[in-house]
């Protein structure tokens, strides 16, 4: 089956940086969308960022300006570079992609594992 792996997250202090990495692997035919989502404890889990497979972005209002949304398709792995992080960024994050699996017909959504990032102050 297709499984999404995350990598990068962890402690840091708030004006610091971090970057998340997610590589796709597994029976995959193709990608569409890959995003970045967080949940905080006590709250619903959020979209951060995603992008399309054609390179458009969308973030949320709380990370524009602060968060970069990439991608290697070459390497089906999505990236999250975190600048300037606040401790209100605190949060489980998880990987996603659409993700249409070698001989489907049908795109579907994958998560990662889930990457801990905590921002002191």
């Known amino acids: 089956q297709v499984q999404l792996v995350e990598s990068g997250g962890g402690l840091v202090q708030a004006g610091g940086s971090l970057r998340l990495s997610c590589a796709a692997s597994?029976?995959?035919?193709?990608?569409?969308?890959m995003g970045w989502y967080r949940q905080a404890p006590g709250k619903q889990r959020e979209l951060v960022a995603k992008?399309?497979?054609?390179?458009?972005?969308n973030y949320a209002d709380s990370v524009k300006g602060r968060f970069t949304i990439s991608r290697d398709n070459a390497k089906n792995t999505v990236y999250l570079q975190m600048d300037s992080l606040k401790p209100e960024d605190t949060a489980v994050y998880y990987c996603?992609?659409?993700?249409?699996?070698?001989?489907?017909?049908?795109?579907?959504?994958?998560w990662g594992q889930g990457s801990q990032v905590t921002v002191s102050s």
């Open positions: 992008i399309s497979s054609g390179g458009s972005r």
């Open positions: 597994g029976s995959i035919g193709s990608i569409s969308t």
């Open positions: 996603n992609a659409v993700v249409r699996a070698r001989y489907s017909s049908n795109f579907r959504d994958y």
